[in-house]
């Protein structure tokens, strides 16, 4: 089975560029998650959607981070303009409902901003 | 609200060393409780679970079991091997879809 697929894997763009990371979620998995890992701050989510509605977007940093799921294979996270201190690694994680439900993550999309 | 609180790295062994990672959580209710491991360059994926308490759940000769009158769910392996080397993170389902992520513990196995 394919996993959760990110897109790209590297990314390097200068400050003030408009960035667009993309995401693939498992198919039938009805949430989707965006995180953002730095060693400062480690692990912080960023969003969550459940069947493409956003359900919680308290995690976005500022208004230049914004996130959308058009549907329930993709969604991306766009950042503009970008900052040097967005530099990190930036997972997309899908899941089944239920408590019992472990998530799956994608191999991240690591992000420099120069 | 929920919170997960993990033992501080980073942890260095040597192989066949033994393995405990601490975890200890505060939440309402009865969560789920994960392990994921990370290695380097990838995503978290899940190592092992436990939906209730004195479950035990295992995998790839890790253990970890839910204690619910001490809200701890340790992790520990008999012999831990070089390829065991990355950061592992306990977990909590909390509510609506979203868990809470510990910090994080890097672990170092040398030959």
């Known amino acids: 089975d394919a996993g959760v697929i990110q897109s790209p894997r590297h990314e390097v763009t200068e400050m003030g560029q408009e960035v667009t990371l993309r995401c693939k979620p498992i198919?039938?998995?009805?949430?989707l998650f965006w995180y953002r890992q730095t060693m400062m701050r480690g692990l912080e989510l960023l969003i969550y959607f459940n069947n493409n509605v956003p359900i919680d977007d308290s995690g976005m940093p500022e208004d230049r981070f914004s996130a959308k799921m058009p549907n329930a294979s993709f969604s991306t996270l766009k950042i503009q303009p970008s900052e040097p201190r967005d530099s990190a690694v930036y997972f997309c994680?899908?899941?089944?409902?239920?408590?019992?439900?472990?998530?799956?993550f994608g191999d991240g999309t690591r992000l420099s901003i120069l | 609200g929920d919170s997960v609180t993990q033992m501080e790295g980073p942890v260095t062994l040597s192989e066949e060393a033994f393995l405990t990672i601490n975890c200890t959580y505060t939440a309402t209710g009865y969560p789920s409780l994960f392990w994921y491991v990370q290695y380097p360059g990838e995503g978290l994926q899940l190592l092992l679970k436990?939906?209730?308490?004195?479950d035990k759940g295992s995998n790839k000769g890790f253990e970890a079991t839910y204690r619910k009158e001490t809200t701890s769910f340790h992790l520990e392996k008999g012999s831990v091997q070089v390829s065991d080397s990355a950061v592992y993170f306990c977990?909590?389902?909390?509510?609506?879809?979203?868990?809470?992520f510990g910090d994080g513990t890097t672990l170092t196995v040398k030959p």
């Open positions: 994680a899908s899941s089944l409902t239920g408590r019992n439900q472990p998530q799956h």
């Open positions: 198919s039938g998995h009805d949430y």
């Open positions: 436990a939906t209730k308490a004195d």
């Open positions: 977990a909590l389902y909390t509510n609506a879809g979203k868990s809470t």
